[in-house]
């Protein structure tokens, strides 16, 4: 068995055939976490979890992409596909709402993002101010709710380190890691996970991934984007399998023991 502990089956991409790829990817036991990105994926995440008695959860957050800043455009760019929606601010009694299911296993994904940013230092600054306060909102909610959080993170890895070394303990997981030894160390220090995805093909984390502890290591897909090489077009959570085997090849240990312990590390962290 596997666990896909990052996957957007709620996104627009898979909107025709959603149920056709969680029946291909349960059949394959894996099981998989819909993560949310703003109020409707995280609405949808929940709706397509409640329809399965097991291997399907959900997540619900407010990307910090989706964070109305009035600050920044984001451009028109394919490969940011999932941003091409509304922003919004976030408001704590809705997506507490959408928590009370029982399939919800998550606040995410939520963190610091700043690729797309302002021009002037002025604006980065506000820019920067408004994630990291909204962040800090969906914390006090995770730990409201006692839901570990699924963190994301580009270009901010110290501000987040150090934001939530201010916080105090946060259950949850670094999804699609990409900092270096020092950072992994640092989260790690916190009982934090790390989620490693396809990314892996594209980014040297061979380091990082072997001194990492195996029992805090989380697959995931990040699906419909990061398709590992070995598959062309849209991603899904049963490519998750080549994230699995080229962790074990790294890390030299035989895959059923890697996809034991990363399945036992998702179900103990989301409490499933």
């Given at each position: 068995?596997?666990?896909?502990?990052?996957a957007?089956?709620?996104?627009?991409?898979?909107?025709?055939d959603?149920?056709?790829?969680?029946?291909?990817?349960?059949?394959?036991?894996?099981?998989?976490?819909?993560?949310?990105?703003?109020?409707?994926?995280?609405?949808?995440?929940?709706?397509?979890?409640?329809?399965?008695?097991?291997?399907?959860?959900?997540?619900?957050?407010?990307?910090?992409?989706?964070l109305?800043?009035?600050?920044?455009?984001?451009?028109?760019?394919?490969?940011?596909?999932?941003?091409?929606?509304?922003?919004?601010?976030?408001?704590?009694?809705?997506?507490?709402?959408?928590?009370?299911?029982?399939?919800?296993?998550?606040?995410?994904?939520?963190?610091?993002?700043?690729?797309?940013?302002?021009?002037t230092?002025?604006?980065?600054?506000?820019?920067?101010?408004?994630?990291?306060?909204?962040?800090?909102?969906?914390?006090?909610?995770?730990?409201?709710?006692?839901?570990p959080?699924?963190?994301?993170?580009?270009?901010a890895?110290?501000?987040?380190?150090?934001?939530?070394?201010?916080?105090?303990?946060?259950?949850?997981?670094?999804?699609?890691f990409t900092g270096d030894?020092?950072?992994?160390?640092e989260y790690?220090?916190?009982?934090?996970?790390?989620?490693?995805?396809?990314?892996?093909?594209?980014?040297?984390?061979?380091?990082?991934?072997?001194?990492?502890?195996?029992?805090?290591?989380?697959?995931?897909?990040?699906?419909?984007?990061?398709?590992?090489?070995?598959?062309?077009?849209?991603?899904?959570?049963?490519?998750?399998?080549y994230?699995?085997?080229?962790?074990?090849?790294?890390?030299?240990?035989?895959?059923?023991?890697?996809?034991?312990?990363?399945?036992?590390?998702?179900?103990?962290?989301?409490?499933?």
């Amino acid at each position: 068995m596997l666990f896909d502990t990052h996957a957007h089956l709620n996104f627009n991409a898979y909107k025709d055939d959603v149920d056709e790829v969680i029946k291909r990817t349960l059949d394959n036991e894996v099981w998989m976490i819909n993560v949310g990105s703003q109020y409707s994926t995280s609405k949808r995440a929940v709706e397509i979890a409640e329809r399965y008695p097991e291997g399907v959860y959900a997540a619900v957050g407010l990307h910090p992409v989706h964070l109305e800043t009035g600050l920044v455009k984001i451009k028109d760019d394919p490969e940011e596909i999932q941003f091409k929606t509304t922003e919004e601010d976030f408001d704590a009694k809705m997506y507490k709402e959408l928590a009370k299911s029982k399939k919800v296993v998550a606040i995410g994904e939520v963190g610091l993002d700043y690729y797309w940013r302002p021009k002037t230092r002025i604006r980065i600054e506000e820019f920067k101010k408004k994630q990291k306060d909204i962040l800090l909102k969906q914390l006090d909610l995770a730990k409201e709710l006692d839901l570990p959080v699924i963190f994301h993170c580009r270009m901010a890895h110290n501000e987040l380190i150090d934001l939530l070394k201010g916080y105090g303990v946060i259950k949850g997981v670094i999804h699609c890691f990409t900092g270096d030894q020092e950072q992994a160390e640092e989260y790690l220090k916190m009982g934090l996970y790390l989620g490693f995805n396809g990314i892996i093909f594209k980014m040297d984390l061979d380091e990082v991934i072997r001194k990492s502890p195996l029992d805090r290591i989380l697959l995931e897909t990040d699906c419909p984007y990061l398709t590992p090489p070995q598959r062309e077009g849209r991603n899904e959570p049963i490519y998750v399998k080549y994230v699995a085997d080229k962790i074990s090849k790294i890390k030299n240990i035989e895959i059923e023991k890697l996809n034991n312990i990363t399945t036992h590390n998702a179900k103990k962290l989301f409490r499933i």
